[in-house]
Each structure stands twice: as structure tokens, then as C-alpha cells.
């Protein structure tokens, strides 16, 4: 279904996996050309500004689809629920949401996150290479010498997502802004990576963990409809 994929393309910031896998999606009802999401959280103070992204990303995926006309997003059981959602309903943006209380722009905590992300798939993809020729200089990798696996792809789309080189000749190991490591550095650079790759995987697995606690039921499958209609609930 449509707008399933679409949500699949959403992200929650930190721990950078869809929303869809996380189980995040707690009902996604299609009704005609109107699309209403139910989201929900594994605690109901999870950070606001997280979940006011999560929210408008999901929004806006499923409003950029040719064939929707309304797209109702609302997020459950969130301290800031009402708020949020009365802020989604105006379309009135991060800062018209919350006011003063939006002390940082929406997109300087993406660009955040994305460069967690990238440190995070950078680590992995070498992890998998070293793992196959533990002798490789790394100064001198570039994407052309990763093997062809989900690890070095993901890292082609965390690159992307921060204008990032994608050529084959490109070297692996850069800073947000693309300037290669310098040699010396590279030991101390990897160290950080695993450290922000492994905070990353241990949040992911708290997370699931509190979201199984707080809503113990299975996680909703969403299936193509086979009527003009269709609705999951949890």
C-alpha cells in the first residue's frame, strides 16, 4: 500500500529506523482519498521535539502522495499530544507549535541526528570490511572497496541525506562536510563512531523494549485493502 511505503520513509531522529519497524504506527485507515494516522511512543514524555518530527515527517510523506486530498496525522498518549496535534491540524510548523519553548530550528535537530547516523553507518560498513580483511589500510578506502552489502548501503543513504559524495572513488572516512580523516586521527575517529553507533543500537533496543511494556499487544501488520478502505488498529 501507498501509504504504508511512504511511512516507511520516516525516521525516528535517534535511533534511525523507520517508524514503521518500530512499531510506532499504532493505525493507518485509508478512506478514499483521506489518510488518518494514529502514531503513539514507548513513554508519554518521550521528547517533544522527537515526536513533533516524527509526526510532521509522517505528514508530510503521506501529503506528497499524488493521490491524497487529506491527511490527518495524530499522535496518542504524549503529554504534548494536544498540542502537537492541534499544531499539525493549522500546518503551523515546529516554532508556531510550541512558541517559545522551540528553543532550536526543526532542521538544525535533523542535521544533528543525520550526522549521528552517518558516524553510526560509516562504523558499520568498515566493521564489515575489517571483518573480511582485517590487514586493509583504512586511509585509504573508498566506497568502490566496500562489499556490496545492507551496511555499505546504508551508508550511501546517510551520505546522501547530508550532500555527501556517492562516487565510487570517494574516500569512506570523512567529517560531516566531507574532508577526509587524517591518518593519525583515524583510530580515535573509529572509537567515537562505535561509541555513537552502540549508544544508537542500545536506545533502539530500550525503546522496543518500553513500547512492548506499555502496549504489550502485537504490532499491527498493514496489509494492502482490498476495498477502498482500510483500517489497522492496534
Not at 25 to 34: C, P, Y
Not at 181 to 207: M, Q, T
Amino acid at each position: 500500500m501507498d501509504a504504508h511505503t511512504a511511512l516507511d520513509a520516516v525516521l525516528d531522529p535517534e535511533l534511525d529506523e523507520p517508524i514503521t519497524d518500530l512499531g510506532f504506527v499504532k493505525s493507518l485507515t485509508v478512506d478514499g482519498t483521506r489518510v488518518t494516522v494514529h502514531l503513539r511512543l514507548p513513554t508519554s514524555f518521550c521528547a517533544p521535539n522527537f515526536a513533533y518530527l516524527m509526526a510532521s515527517d509522517a505528514k508530510d510523506a503521506l501529503t506528497a502522495l499524488p493521490w491524497t486530498s487529506e491527511v490527518v496525522v495524530e499522535l496518542d498518549d504524549h503529554h504534548d499530544s494536544d498540542l502537537i496535534n492541534a499544531g499539525l491540524a493549522a500546518d503551523a510548523g515546529y516554532r508556531g507549535t510550541f512558541g517559545h519553548e522551540a528553543d532550536e530550528d526543526l532542521e538544525e535537530l535533523r542535521l544533528t541526528f543525520r550526522r549521528k547516523a552517518h558516524q553510526a553507518a560509516m562504523e558499520r560498513a568498515l566493521t564489515v570490511l575489517l571483518r573480511a580483511d582485517e590487514h586493509v589500510d583504512l586511509h585509504g578506502v573508498t566506497l568502490a572497496d566496500l562489499p556490496d552489502a545492507v551496511s555499505s548501503r546504508a551508508l550511501l543513504r546517510r551520505r546522501e541525506a547530508l550532500g555527501l559524495s556517492t562516487e565510487p572513488s570517494a574516500p569512506v572516512l570523512v567529517d560531516h562536510d566531507g574532508t577526509p580523516f587524517p591518518r593519525e586521527e583515524i583510530p580515535v575517529r573509529l572509537r567515537f563512531a562505535r561509541s555513537v553507533r552502540i549508544s544508537i543500537e542500545g536506545n533502539s533496543h530500550f525503546c522496543r523494549g518500553l513500547l512492548r511494556t506499555r502496549y504489550p499487544e502485537p504490532t499491527p501488520s498493514m496489509s494492502t485493502p482490498s476495498t477502498s478502505t482500510v483500517e489497522v488498529s492496534a
